[in-house]
């Protein structure tokens, strides 16, 4: 009787079936890099596009302004050499909103504080002469 041929099996390698699955995943993550990399660059030049083009809103008052009042700090300084101009800033402190600060101004200061919630700093003015 003839034998039938035997067949021999060919092994499987698990490790080759899991590259072949993680193949497809592979293209996918270069493609999420990609997308990832063009939201990066772009989120970075529209945030210094709106930094470079922002609005300031807080006050304009710095110390050598002069006001025209003495009332609050919404208000727009006028030149020193107008005849409006009745008070002078000698000091502007930044990070507090207490007043006492300008005790330290020689003279007899007036303080005007700003809006904490905006921004905290004190004015220290002096009465024009």
Same mark, same amino acid.
């Given at each position: 009787?003839? %034998?039938?041929?035997?067949?021999?099996?060919?092994?499987?390698?698990g490790r080759a079936a899991r590259?072949? =699955? =993680?193949?497809?995943?592979?293209?996918?993550?270069?493609?999420?890099?990609?997308?990832?990399?063009?939201?990066?660059?772009? @989120?970075?030049?529209?945030?210094?596009?709106?930094?470079? %083009?922002?609005? #300031?809103? @807080?006050?304009?008052? %710095?110390?050598?302004?002069?006001?025209?009042?003495?009332?609050?700090?919404?208000?727009?300084?006028?030149?020193?050499?107008?005849?409006?101009?009745?008070?002078?800033?000698?000091?502007?402190?930044?990070?507090?909103?207490? =007043?006492?600060?300008? #005790?330290?101004?020689?003279?007899?200061?007036?303080?005007?504080?700003?809006?904490?919630?905006?921004?905290?700093?004190?004015?220290?003015?002096?009465?024009?002469?």
């Amino acid at each position: 009787m003839p %034998h039938a041929p035997v067949v021999r099996r060919v092994p499987v390698d698990g490790r080759a079936a899991r590259r072949e =699955a =993680a193949r497809p995943a592979r293209r996918g993550r270069g493609v999420l890099i990609a997308v990832l990399a063009v939201l990066l660059v772009g @989120g970075t030049a529209a945030g210094g596009w709106w930094y470079v %083009h922002k609005e #300031d809103d @807080g006050p304009r008052i %710095h110390e050598g302004d002069c006001l025209r009042d003495k009332t609050g700090i919404d208000q727009d300084p006028v030149r020193c050499e107008d005849s409006a101009a009745r008070f002078i800033v000698v000091e502007r402190v930044q990070g507090t909103t207490f =007043a006492g600060v300008c #005790d330290s101004v020689p003279g007899d200061p007036i303080a005007l504080t700003s809006d904490p919630t905006v921004e905290s700093f004190v004015l220290c003015l002096a009465e024009r002469k």
